[in-house]
């Protein structure tokens, strides 16, 4: 298993002022780092990858910052998609510069993006398309394409494991795989078992958190039912940690009420990993021993 944090839990945006967090990240014992990125997040990407790599660090990207709405793979207006694959390449283009092992996200869509309706059928197509052409280039670049299920409040594309295996096959493309995020399923599944055992081996991660983003083992979440999940499947990937910082932002304590985020539930970055990370091992431990 490998553990990682996203850098939302630390700060606001990422920049070359901020490299001492992955120092901060190897010393709790991570493994990896991911970075949120966008049209309003500027660093140099050697002076990232450089430090990581002396840290042994794994880096993964997400979209996080500035994403034009207009930039979506699975929007009706064809200009609109193909401007969705344009930027999404140059995100790609950042990650390859970082030497990421994935780049994250929903990027079947766009966060925030609703059409209260059920897929077409050439909906479905042309958003496979769309993302067959950003997994060949993912490939070209050394760069593994990971997309995300959302909630039903963020997306209508995919909001659970089976949509999301089902997008995976229509686009059929070997560097295409999937993150299951603990917070956003709590919304739309009952049964967390089977999405785990519906991933299986194009499971790549997941976002480790609770039903209101608190540290894993403080909520609603049943985590013994993942763990036991996990051990089904042989699960060997990545254990994201993912939340939003409330203590930081301009004012202070304002980043995570601008990310949606009204609770509480992580003022302290390095206590959250902590936290979470004693939990999800003691866990893994128990029930699958070669996994923790």
């Avoid at 490998?2 to 493994?31: N, P, V």
């Avoid at 949120?36 to 002076?47: I, M, N």
């Avoid at 067959?132 to 997309?147: M, P, R």
């Avoid at 051990?231 to 993912?242: P, Q, S, Y």
Wanted: proline share 4%; hydrophobic share 40%.
């Amino acid at each position: 298993m490998k553990y990682s944090a996203h850098c939302y839990i630390f700060t606001e945006r990422w920049s070359d002022s901020q490299l001492d967090l992955l120092d901060t990240a190897h010393d709790l014992g991570l493994d990896g780092f991911e970075i949120a990125v966008g049209d309003d997040v500027a660093f140099d990407a050697r002076l990232t990858r450089r430090r990581a790599e002396s840290l042994g660090l794994e880096l993964a990207i997400s979209p996080g910052g500035r994403w034009p709405y207009e930039c979506d793979l699975s929007s009706p207006d064809a200009d609109h998609r193909q401007r969705g694959l344009v930027w999404h390449k140059r995100q790609v283009d950042v990650g390859a510069a970082l030497g990421v092992a994935a780049y994250t996200g929903a990027l079947y869509g766009h966060p925030g993006t609703l059409r209260y309706r059920p897929l077409t059928v050439s909906e479905i197509q042309y958003t496979a398309e769309g993302l067959w052409k950003l997994a060949e280039y993912g490939q070209t670049c050394g760069v593994q394409i990971v997309i995300e299920p959302m909630s039903h409040f963020r997306t209508h594309v995919v909001n659970n494991a089976e949509q999301a295996v089902a997008l995976i096959a229509e686009a059929a493309h070997p560097n295409l795989s999937m993150l299951l995020d603990t917070y956003h399923l709590i919304s739309e599944v009952r049964d967390y078992r089977a999405q785990i055992l519906a991933a299986r081996d194009r499971l790549w991660g997941l976002h480790a958190c609770e039903n209101d983003r608190g540290v894993p083992g403080s909520g609603l979440v049943p985590w013994q039912v993942i763990f036991q999940a996990l051990r089904d499947i042989a699960f060997d990937g990545h254990m994201v940690f993912e939340s939003y910082n409330s203590a930081i932002g301009e004012p202070p304590g304002s980043f995570a009420f601008q990310r949606g985020m009204m609770h509480n539930v992580c003022s302290d970055g390095n206590a959250f990993v902590k936290a979470g990370m004693a939990f999800l091992k003691d866990g893994l431990q128990q029930t699958t021993p070669e996994l923790a």
